[in-house]
C-alpha cells in the first residue's frame, strides 16, 4: 500500500472518463473514509446526491434552463460526460461556534477526500462546477434546501488507456515557495 503523500502527488484530474463507474456500494465506503475530513464541531455539514443514467439527462435539462431561462433549448450534455455524478453539496448546520464559510469547506474537504480515494482505487474524477450551480432550475433539480449550496459534481468513470491518448498530462508541480511564507 502506498503513502497518502504518494496518493497525493500522483493525483490528476480525467476531464476524460470511460463509461464505466463505481457501485453505490463502493461510493459508501469511500464517503466513510472521507468522512475523517477536519470538522469543527462535527457538524457533518454536507450531503452528497448520485446522479446516474436518466438523472444526468434531467441535470442537462435544468442545465439549459439555468443558461436560458424561459427558452425551450435542447438539455446540455455536459453531465453525460461521465456515466456517474457526485453532486457535493454544503448543507449548512446552525452554529454559534462554526461560521458558514467553515462548513462549505468541511463539504469542500469531503470532496477533496473523495478525488483522492477514487483516483486511488483507479477511477478517473474531475470536480466540476459553474455559475448553474447557483441557479434555482439546478437546485430544484437536486431538491436543496434553503440552508444548501452546490458545490459542483464530482464527474466518475474508468480512466481511459493511457496509451490511447486521453490523458491529462503529467501532475503540474508548483514551486511552493512562492505561496508559504514563514512569519518572523
Known amino acids: 500500500m502506498g503513502s497518502a ?3 497525493i502527488a500522483s493525483r490528476r484530474s480525467q476531464s476524460k472518463v470511460t463509461d464505466v463507474a463505481p457501485s453505490h456500494e463502493e461510493i459508501l465506503e ?22 446516474r443514467g436518466a438523472a444526468r439527462e434531467r441535470l442537462g ?8 431561462p424561459g427558452e425551450n ?14 453532486a457535493v453539496v454544503s448543507s449548512r448546520r446552525e452554529s454559534v461556534k ?3 464559510w467553515e462548513q462549505d469547506a468541511v463539504a469542500s474537504g469531503i470532496a477533496h477526500m473523495l478525488t483522492l480515494l477514487l483516483d486511488e482505487a483507479g477511477w478517473g474524477v474531475m470536480w466540476r462546477t459553474g455559475h448553474y450551480t447557483r441557479s434555482s432550475a439546478v ?13 459542483g459534481w464530482l464527474y466518475v468513470g474508468g480512466k481511459p488507456d493511457p496509451k490511447e491518448g486521453k490523458g491529462d498530462g503529467a501532475p503540474k508541480r508548483i514551486d511552493a515557495r512562492e505561496f508559504v ?3 518572523q
Open 139 to 151: 437546485a430544484a433539480m437536486h431538491g436543496l434546501g434553503e440552508h444548501e449550496r452546490l458545490l
Open 30 to 51: 469511500f464517503v466513510t473514509v472521507a468522512a475523517r475530513v477536519a470538522d469543527h464541531s462535527s457538524l457533518r455539514p454536507w450531503r452528497l446526491i448520485e446522479l
Open 98 to 100: 462554526v461560521a458558514a
Open 61 to 68: 435539462a435544468a442545465i439549459a434552463e439555468a443558461e436560458h
Open 181 to 183: 511564507s514563514v512569519l
Open 73 to 86: 433549448r435542447e438539455p446540455s450534455t455536459k453531465p453525460l460526460r461521465a456515466p456517474l455524478l457526485i
Open 5 to 7: 503523500r504518494d496518493a
